[in-house]
């Protein structure tokens, strides 16, 4: 089984409506990750916790919100889908790096494709 | 706030041929890390080879090696000997050493390059 499993890995829904991307990790780590890839952008940051209790707005956290709902868990959610969020969607998770035996590296998941029509 | 480039939208190369892919950096860092990740069709991201800012080695892994120019701020991928399965969108990240402060520890990417293989 992958160490940071996404669901769903597809998903097409239509404008309006609420979505929730979930991500589960088995890595143990504290820190994860929602970031989003669109084509000429790369991957850019959604939202991030460190742990259970903290969570931080990224770059693009407009329109998202998240939950924490464990340490393995973190769920990403669009409350009212728009076709400019048809997007790949990554969960990611890392230790917490800064040191010389960690560079604190992410982990992705496979990603989940979320189409707004 | 720290910002990557890579300029080449999509690179090829023939077969056992070599490639270089570019990516510039902008940081007021001293300490830091580089990586590229590799994202084949399949979609995972896959880490290739990463650079600790404080070491003037550069890095290598097998058939892929880095060209870590830190006063320019540049670190190159190149992939020697090249295969089929090295088609993919590679991304070029920076990470803070540093866990606090304002970078929070998070890579910043680059907007990816795609490498097509020809047989």
């Known amino acids: 089984d992958a160490d940071v499993t996404q669901t769903p890995r597809n998903r097409i829904t239509k404008t309006g409506k609420r979505i929730m991307l979930e991500c589960s990790q088995t890595k143990g780590h504290d820190r994860m990750y929602w970031y989003r890839q669109d084509p000429g952008l790369g991957l850019r940051l959604i939202y991030y916790?460190?742990?259970?209790?903290?969570?931080n707005k990224g770059e693009i956290s407009d329109g998202y919100s998240v939950s924490r709902q464990a340490q393995a868990k973190f769920s990403l959610s669009l409350e009212s889908a728009i076709p400019n969020q048809t997007a790949l969607y990554f969960c990611?998770?890392?230790?917490?790096?800064?040191?010389?035996?960690?560079?604190?590296?992410?982990?992705f998941g496979e990603g989940s494709r979320l189409t707004v029509l | 706030a720290q910002t990557v480039t890579q300029s080449q939208p999509e690179m090829s190369v023939q077969e056992a041929e070599t490639v270089t892919l570019s990516c510039t950096y902008d940081t007021s860092e001293s300490d830091y890390y580089l990586f590229w990740y590799k994202q084949p069709p399949s979609r995972q991201m896959i880490l290739v080879i990463r650079q600790e800012a404080y070491k003037q080695q550069n890095a290598t892994e097998n058939r892929f090696s880095v060209n870590f120019q830190k006063a320019a701020k540049s670190f190159s991928l190149k992939i020697s000997d090249s295969q089929l399965g090295d088609a993919a969108m590679y991304f070029c990240a920076y990470r803070s050493y540093y866990a606090g402060g304002t970078s929070y520890g998070k890579l910043t990417f680059g907007q990816g390059t795609i490498l097509t293989v020809h047989p």
């Open positions: 916790s460190f742990d259970v209790k903290d969570i």
């Open positions: 990611a998770t890392s230790e917490v790096g800064g040191s010389t035996t960690n560079t604190g590296e992410l982990f």
